[in-house]
T-cell receptor, first 116, second 111 residues
Framework: GAVVSQHPSRVICKSGTSVKIECRSLDFQATTMFWYRQFPKKSLMLMATSNEGSKATYEQGVEKDKFLINHASLTLSTLTVTSAHPEDSSFYIC????????????FGPGTRLTVT | LAKTTQPISMDSYEGQEVNITCSHNNIATNDYITWYQQFPSQGPRFIIQGYKTKVTNEVASLFIPADRKSSTLSLPRVSLSDTAVYYCLVDIKAAGNKLTFGGGTRVLVKP
């Protein structure tokens, strides 16, 4: 299947700082990517839809000024957690569809964010 | 968006077949049924997808009755490494279509 990568795999930052997470589709182009957040022993919660060349669409309750999304190319979307707080500590996962192979959605390996 | 319902957890033993049934009463005509597997601290991994009847690949089979209001994921001869959370989702497979995850089924395979 298609490969989606994320960088970094884990990051620790201090409260008040900002952290950028990258999501790349390695062998296909994706006009749309998705960002999820997952707390321990919980399901994935969709945060936003990242659209190449246009503004992201955020789910209800997700602060767009806090979670900045940029989708500057067909293979890269970034999520920046601004002014991070301990409650932002979570597992962040991105995904994208490979329309060449039938449209299945493939997920990145996730990024573990810990805010101290 | 069609909602899915599946058991919270299931226990099994090595070598047994595991069947997880998911209900999706409000599935729409263009929806496909997709199953993902997730291990702790990893992203979900695509397992199988189907529209109707039966689909089989190297890791699983998916059974979908004619009314498509439910589906059953079958994992043959599970091993300890199949211990994971399994998610059933309905999906239109369009580029911008987002997936909504339900609670998933936590499968524990015992020796």
């Amino acid at each position: 299947g298609a490969v989606v990568s994320q960088h970094p795999s884990r990051v620790i930052c201090k409260s008040g700082t900002s952290v950028k997470i990258e999501c790349r589709s390695l062998d296909f182009q994706a006009t749309t990517m998705f960002w999820y957040r997952q707390f321990p022993k919980k399901s994935l919660m969709l945060m936003a839809t990242s659209n190449e060349g246009s503004k992201a669409t955020y789910e209800q309750g997700v602060e767009k000024d806090k979670f900045l999304i940029n989708h500057a190319s067909l293979t890269l979307s970034t999520l920046t957690v601004t002014s991070a707080h301990p409650e932002d500590s979570s597992f962040y996962i991105c995904s994208a569809r490979d329309l060449r192979t039938g449209g299945e959605q493939y997920f990145g390996p996730g990024t573990r964010l810990t805010v101290t | 968006l069609a909602k899915t319902t599946q058991p919270i957890s299931m226990d099994s033993y090595e070598g047994q077949e595991v069947n997880i049934t998911c209900s999706h009463n409000n599935i729409a005509t263009n929806d496909y049924i997709t199953w993902y597997q997730q291990f702790p601290s990893q992203g979900p991994r695509f397992i199988i997808q189907g529209y109707k009847t039966k689909v089989t690949n190297e890791v699983a089979s998916l059974f979908i009755p004619a009314d498509r209001k439910s589906s059953t994921l079958s994992l043959p001869r599970v091993s300890l490494s199949d211990t994971a959370v399994y998610y059933c989702l309905v999906d239109i497979k369009a580029a911008g279509n987002k997936l909504t995850f339900g609670g998933g089924t936590r499968v524990l395979v015992k020796p």
